[in-house]
């Protein structure tokens, strides 16, 4: 039985950055509180929302979106009502719908999705049939004082209750960690950090990169049991080299994740961040050189401009090409040169966000590479778990704002929404986050 609602709905209007067509256009409307449209909704109290890079495609109105509707997909906030889906008694659905409370600190990610369906059981919960993009016309976004967050027992994570996801950390280790970590800091979990993780996790999983790690050839890399052939494999060839295209804030956080996997699991490596802005550059740069060894250790690092990390992975792969390419721009050039920089049998990661224009390179030159290629939006609800461990691991990171190596560079008032996208747009800033209390 379900219990009524937990929390009597809020009612009257509230402050929102809207986007209105055709492009450029942002306002801070008032409009009314979002209410509980169906039973597995809950209303979030938003805290903090941020800026992205990918609300900046319908900003410049190539979003193919028409419609006015709040901003914003990266959120944290405090649950003030929820649907009479969820109560105690609730069995055999995700455990959110038993154990979440009006009270609870959440953070969501940028899309919904059910939990329920063979689709998010395994994992790819980005592409839950059910789900939805916040900030966009088919769901409202966080980038308001209020948001209504559908399939919420499926979609959210309880900062309240760390019990409620898996983790390498014990539950008192959560529980400790939780209590010194910022909002702005667990805001990352929304959207960049397991963004960026996901790029890294997924390359280095890989089949192609086995031969590599495993130091087996291909295909005796799959299957450890098996003796007999002479392993050939020299230790040169076992070393991972790797470029990262696009050092935005999802393209660093794929870097620190990529540096702590292969750190962690003593593989020998060489990573070129690419990027041919420079103060993108010089944040990396800045980044790489905070980290302690232990999330670095093994390896060379290089933060170089387009025409410079051509050079260098010629020089650090003797001209075969990188083992990997993570590309975190999403755009044909960005590909392009992705594909000029992987080596035969190599794995091209993209986590940018492409658009209509056709994949810069055709069948005869991915048969001639062997070339794998992996797209697609992140499952973050999937890769909360690594990214919350990462995100305490890595505080001398994550824990800052305004500093060199902050991913974060500001925490402003709705009054400054027009003029922050307008710079970030430009790339005279960096993240910038909302206070919509403020
Ligand atoms: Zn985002
Ligand atoms: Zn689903």
């Given at each position: 039985?379900?219990?009524p ?17 055709p ?7 008032e ?5 509980i449209?169906h039973?597995?909704?809950?209303i ?9 890079g ?8 190539h979003?193919?979106?028409?419609a006015v ?8 906030g ?13 069995n ?6 038993s154990?979440?409370k009006v009270?609870h600190k959440?953070?969501s990610?940028?899309?919904?999705n ?19 993009l ?9 980038q ?5 967050v ?5 979609t959210l994570?309880?900062l ?8 390498d ?5 959560r ?7 910022s909002?702005?800091s667990?805001l990352?979990?929304a959207?960049i950090?397991?963004t ?6 997924q ?6 990169v086995?031969p590599?790690l ?17 392993l ?28 702590d ?5 003593s ?26 060894e ?6 060379d690092?290089?933060v ?23 590309e ?25 966000v492409?658009g209509e ?5 055709n069948?005869?030159?991915?048969y ?17 778990p690594?990214a919350?461990?990462?995100?305490v691991?890595?505080q001398?990171i994550?824990g ?8 974060i560079?500001s925490i402003?008032s709705?009054?400054e929404?027009?003029a922050s ?6 790339g ?8 919509p209390?403020?």
């Open positions: 039985m379900a219990q609602l937990a929390s009597t709905e809020l009612t009257g209007l509230q402050k929102a950055i809207r986007w209105h067509p492009s450029y256009d942002i306002r801070v409307d409009v009314p509180i979002p209410r449209l039973p597995d909704d809950a979030v109290k938003v805290r903090l929302a941020a800026l992205c990918s609300d900046l495609h319908i900003y410049r109105g979003g193919g979106v028409n509707h709040i901003c914003g997909h990266e959120f944290i405090e649950v003030v009502a929820l649907g009479s889906s969820f109560g105690e008694e609730v055999g659905r995700p455990a959110l719908y154990q979440l009270g959440i953070v990610p940028f899309t919904s059910c939990g329920e369906c063979s689709v998010c059981r395994l994992g790819y919960t980005a592409r839950c049939p059910e789900g939805f916040f900030g966009s016309p088919a769901l409202d976004g966080g308001a004082q209020y948001v209504r559908p399939k919420a027992g499926g994570f309880n309240s209750e760390p019990s409620t996801w898996s983790s950390m014990s539950k008192t280790g529980e400790t960690a939780l209590s010194k970590l909002d702005s667990l990352v979990l959207d950090l397991p960026g993780v996901f790029a890294a996790l390359t280095i999983n890989h089949p192609k086995q590599v495993t130091g087996r050839p291909w295909p005796l890399c799959f299957s450890p049991g098996i003796e007999g052939e002479t050939s494999v020299l230790q040169e060839d076992r070393v991972f080299t790797a470029a990262i295209i696009g050092l935005g804030p999802v393209g660093v956080c794929a870097a620190i994740s990529l540096l996997a292969v750190s962690t699991r593989i020998p490596f060489r990573i070129i961040a690419i990027d041919p802005n420079e103060s993108r550059r010089t944040k990396m740069q800045a980044v790489y050189d905070t980290i302690d232990s999330g670095k250790k093994g390896g690092f290089a170089l401009s387009i025409d410079d990390a051509k050079v260098k992975a010629k020089e650090w792969t003797h001209g075969v090409g990188c083992t990997a390419v993570l975190v721009v999403g755009n044909p050039s960005a590909l392009s040169l992705a594909y000029d920089l992987v080596r035969p049998f190599g794995v091209i990661t993209s986590v940018g492409h224009p056709p994949l810069p390179f069948g005869r030159e991915v001639g590479k062997n070339v794998s290629l992996d797209f697609g939006r992140c499952p973050a609800r999937a890769m909360f690594p919350f461990d990462l995100l691991k890595r001398d994550f800052g704002v305004g500093e060199a190596s902050s991913l560079d402003v709705f009054d929404a027009a996208y307008s710079s970030f747009d430009k005279e800033v960096g993240k910038v986050i909302f206070d209390w403020k």
